[in-house]
């Protein structure tokens, strides 16, 4: 939040309700994975985790829906997770992402999204590789108002074994792309690795946003970006 806030600039933070490994089937307890996936976690209706929400929505942050691991073929589970995310804010959120990025086939996940009244998701892309796969503009699977923001670069895709030099090159190739392309570009930084315990990714993070303003780009969230897509004037990094 600091680093934004001297850039002057806004993202989003997408608030995750897993399930607890003692809701889930027992063969899952025997497994190593599910205990890395649902041990540990957050309860965003806590009164810590509501504050740190409620905090971020005042400070003109997006709070949105990270669906859980297996709510991308599962409705029920997602209207779930949006209520209770609302529930923590107070008010309705209107877009999200999904955890490890999972979608079902075809348009299923979305369709999911649709139906419990999000406006927008940016699941859509690679933890691994990065760029414009999905072209340089928001897409529209119903031909309506929902919109998909396709993911054009996560962290852990452009930081090969310690290279910062190299990732900043890919950012800057990325951003020359934008901009050259009046397109839409998207990034997803885990909080985490903003931290002193991994040096390289704050400073890479910082970077990424100057460039973009030096380019004249607007740089916010995704759910304001959402409401200005009708701006002739419009071109966009979301955060």
Known sequence: M???DDLGVRSAFYF????GLRNRPFQQWCNPRYWIEHLGRYDVETIDLTNIVRALDAGGWEVGL?????????RDRLREEKAK???ALGHEVTGGRQHF?????????????????LDYDSSLGSSTEY????GHEPLRPFDDEFVVFPLTAMETALVEEGDFAAAWDACEGLLTEAADNDAVMTVLWHPRLL?????GYRELYRRLIER?????????????LYERLDDPELGAIEV
């Open 131 to 134: 760029g414009f796969q999905h």
């Open 195 to 199: 931290s002193d315990d991994f040096p």
């Open 66 to 74: 990270h669906g859980s691991f297996n709510s991308f073929d599962d």
């Open 212 to 224: 973009a303003l030096e380019l004249d780009a607007w740089v916010g969230p995704p759910g304001e």
């Open 85 to 87: 995310i609302e529930r």
């Open 101 to 117: 990025l999972n979608l079902a086939p075809g348009k299923e996940t979305w369709r999911h999204h649709r139906a419990i009244g």
């Open 16 to 19: 995750l309700s897993e399930p």
């Open 2 to 4: 600091g680093l934004e």
